[in-house]
């Protein structure tokens, strides 16, 4: 098994059940240390130094009906954030082996990963930090300001269903002007995804290894696909509608950029937007977009043009 994994389920982490069962048992209560809504997990197993229970976030524009995917917890042991972390990652070696320790800019991190799942610790040393930002937990809270802030990720995502995987394997890329996804992004599947994904987003399975940075329309064209970080299926019937944005050079270059506006299930949020292509002209998505609202049936948004500040 996955040693992430095995040692999330030592910690009875609840990563079987979906979000809407974990709420139901649980419910939505401020979250011990900063005050937001959260998940609060009283049932599962206190880490060495921890300041509160494990916590889950209850952000209303995560779907419910799939696992949680990332926990949360602070360690504090004294008023050294270095030491927090030693002492922290000390623990973890027992179960996961030894990790790197570095410098990230302001912090000080180390990490474990094994396939999509991960377990990061982050320190936040005063020394290192704006004296300008004030941060009103810390107030109420001390320790926050050395914590370790421990973080595990499961790296779920759906698989294929074979109607999907029939629709992955047939499809032809489109040739555009422009990039699929960001400029930056990885290979698709490579990071999991965020928890406000889990919808469209789906396990490459090395399917479209040969069309990396492509976007087309299934051969029957009753779905989209999007292979940019991670590989997008998203059913006609579930777009609502394509809109372009575009972008005027001032502070920033300018551009165009074009979404695919999704149903969801999430019930803070009217739609799921799914970032399609960009293109440095302001105009050099319109045509893509109207190209595919045709072939996919749904309606195109224009916007006028923004200045890119």
Not at 6 to 25: G, K, Q
Not at 73 to 81: C, T
Not at 187 to 209: I, K, M, Q, S, W
Not at 239 to 251: G, H, Q, S
């Amino acid at each position: 098994m996955n040693p992430i994994l095995r040692l999330a389920d030592e910690w009875r982490l609840p990563r079987h059940e979906t979000r809407m069962e974990v709420e139901a048992r649980c419910g939505i209560l401020p979250d011990p240390i900063y005050g937001w809504p959260a998940l609060v997990l009283f049932d599962a197993k206190s880490l060495p130094g921890a300041m509160a229970p494990w916590t889950a976030s209850a952000f209303e524009r995560i779907p419910p009906q799939f696992p949680i995917t990332r926990f949360s917890v602070l360690a504090w042991f004294e008023d050294d954030a270095h030491e927090n972390l030693r002492r922290t990652a000390d623990y973890l070696e027992t179960s996961l082996g030894p990790a790197p320790v570095g410098q990230q800019w302001n912090t000080v991190v180390a990490k474990w990963r094994s396939g999509l799942a991960e377990v990061s610790l982050t320190v936040w040393p005063p020394a290192w930090q704006s004296h300008d930002v004030q941060n009103p937990s810390e107030d109420r809270e001390p320790r926050i300001g050395t914590a370790c802030h421990v973080t595990l990720m499961t790296g779920f995502r759906l698989g294929l269903s074979g109607t999907e995987r029939e629709w992955v394997e047939g499809f032809q890329p489109i040739a555009i002007d422009g990039n699929v996804g960001t400029v930056s992004m990885a290979r698709a599947g490579r990071h999991a995804p965020n928890e406000t994904e889990l919808e469209y987003v789906r396990d490459p399975e090395d399917l479209v290894e040969d069309r990396l940075r492509t976007l087309g329309v299934s051969r029957d064209g009753e779905a989209l696909i999007v292979v940019s970080d991670q590989l997008y299926v998203i059913p006609c019937t579930d777009i609502l509608r394509l809109e372009v944005l575009r972008m005027t050079p001032a502070k920033g270059g300018g551009g165009s950029s074009l979404h695919a506006h999704c149903r969801t299930r999430a019930p803070g949020a009217d739609d799921h937007s799914v970032f399609v292509a960009q293109h440095s002209d302001p105009n050099g998505m319109t045509a893509l977009g109207q190209e595919l609202g045709k072939r996919l049936g749904c309606s195109v948004e224009i916007s006028p043009y923004f200045p890119d500040c």
